[in-house]
């Protein structure tokens, strides 16, 4: 059996105020966990938690990562931003045109996200987060359908995107042309192996892929650092 993706987390500089900010946002519940930290645990069908983990770094550049979240109508868009904005998120400009349908906003950390209108036909069977969207090649999307053993549902002109077989969220990558590295990224992927699984295992066969081990600065640490084909860092736990 592959490894699952347990959580997305982010790197937060306030992370209890960054996780009430996501809660508003998404209506998920904030759970204290001795491994996790702060953690939000999803309401829906998306499958996966969020962590928002301590650092003294603060942003630098654009993400490789952020939310595309979806719209029933446009009156439901202007209430997600809306919504967004009074629990301390913004507007911000990274070129989008004036014809385009999403809004683009930032939480209080300057994590960028979209919030998508409600016509987009790509994401419209997906829940509320309709897709984390990476910065990343096509490489990198085959080496996570893989990792994950979520089949690809999209791959043209070099973009790609893949999607659980139980639903949830779509992870989708741009293609090229890629953004210059800013250094290590804002947020992460962890993976966990099956409750009866192997961490090194999962290490090996993550390598065999074209993962790579690498460290940040962990020291001693029960996780295994690791980074996928574009250099992009992500975790692997210990079975639960």
């Given at each position: 059996m592959t490894c699952h993706l347990h959580a997305l987390c982010f790197d937060a500089n306030d992370p209890l105020r960054l996780s009430r900010f996501w809660a508003g946002v998404l209506g998920w519940e904030t759970a204290g966990d001795p491994e996790d930290g702060i953690a939000l645990l999803p309401g829906d069908d998306t499958g996966f938690r969020i962590r928002f983990?301590?650092?003294?770094?603060?942003?630098?550049?654009q993400n490789q990562i952020h939310f595309d979240l979806t719209s029933t109508s446009l009156d439901d868009q202007q209430q997600t931003v809306a919504r967004a904005l009074g629990l301390g998120g913004r507007h911000i400009d990274i070129g989008q045109l004036p014809e385009e349908d999403h809004v683009v906003?930032?939480?209080p950390e300057g994590n960028e996200f979209c919030v998508i209108g409600p016509d987009n036909e790509f994401l419209a069977d997906c829940g509320f987060i309709g897709a984390l969207s990476c910065d990343g090649s096509q490489e990198v999307g085959y080496f996570w359908s893989k990792a994950l053993g979520w089949p690809l549902v999209w791959d043209q002109d070099q973009e790609t995107a893949i999607r659980s077989p139980h639903g949830g969220p779509k992870i989708t990558w741009g293609g090229p042309p890629?953004?210059?590295?800013?250094?290590?990224?804002?947020?992460?992927?962890?993976?966990?192996?099956?409750?009866d699984g192997d961490q090194q295992a999962e290490v090996?066969?993550?390598?065999?892929?074209?993962?790579?081990?690498?460290?940040?600065?962990?020291?001693?640490?029960?996780?295994?650092?690791m980074a996928d084909p574009d250099g992009n860092e992500f975790c692997v736990l210990t079975p639960r």
């Open positions: 983990l301590p650092t003294r770094e603060r942003k630098a550049g906003l930032a939480d890629l953004t210059p590295r800013t250094g290590k990224n804002r947020l992460h992927f962890d993976l966990a192996p099956p409750a090996e066969r993550l390598v065999s892929l074209g993962a790579t081990r690498v460290d940040i600065g962990q020291g001693e640490v029960s996780w295994v650092v």
